[in-house]
């Protein structure tokens, strides 16, 4: 029995330590200012900026096709089984080039540097 009591003593000595902390307000405290407005300068949000997106789905393939007033800029394609990719068309001219999830311009390197 004397076990059990000194097991909870000890607990509650503790938290009866810790109340003249949690009981103390700080009278330093100041409230935050207000949230300034946006610049002036700022351009308002344009609604023809934002990209149209059409979803088609062929055999299997989901196809996202991006659209910025009414020109094709991009071309995701997620195959059923595959690792998706991207064609797009970087310079406006109507070529688009492939990119995997990613970019095309990493190569990882996969030498062995040693072994143990």
Same mark, same amino acid.
Do not use: C
């Given at each position: 029995?004397?076990?059990?009591?000194?097991?909870?003593?000890?607990?509650?000595?503790?938290?009866?330590?810790?109340?003249?902390?949690?009981?103390?307000?700080?009278?330093?405290?100041?409230?935050?200012?207000?949230?300034?407005?946006?610049?002036?300068?700022?351009?308002?949000?344009?609604?023809?900026?934002?990209?149209?997106?059409?979803?088609?789905?062929?055999?299997?393939?989901?196809?996202?096709?991006?659209?910025?007033?009414?020109?094709?800029?991009?071309?995701?394609?997620?195959?059923?089984?595959?690792?998706?990719?991207?064609?797009?068309?970087?310079? /406006?001219? /109507?070529?688009?080039?492939?990119?995997?999830?990613?970019?095309?311009?990493?190569?990882?390197?996969?030498?062995?540097?040693?072994?143990?």
């Amino acid at each position: 029995m004397r076990r059990i009591s000194s097991a909870l003593f000890v607990p509650f000595l503790l938290a009866l330590a810790a109340l003249p902390a949690l009981a103390q307000e700080r009278s330093d405290l100041q409230p935050l200012p207000a949230v300034p407005p946006p610049p002036p300068e700022m351009a308002p949000f344009d609604e023809s900026l934002e990209p149209e997106v059409t979803i088609k789905k062929r055999e299997g393939d989901t196809i996202e096709e991006h659209r910025i007033n009414g020109k094709l800029f991009k071309i995701k394609v997620t195959p059923a089984h595959g690792v998706p990719y991207y064609l797009i068309d970087r310079n /406006g001219d /109507g070529n688009f080039s492939q990119t995997t999830m990613g970019s095309a311009d990493v190569s990882v390197p996969q030498w062995v540097i040693g072994t143990f």
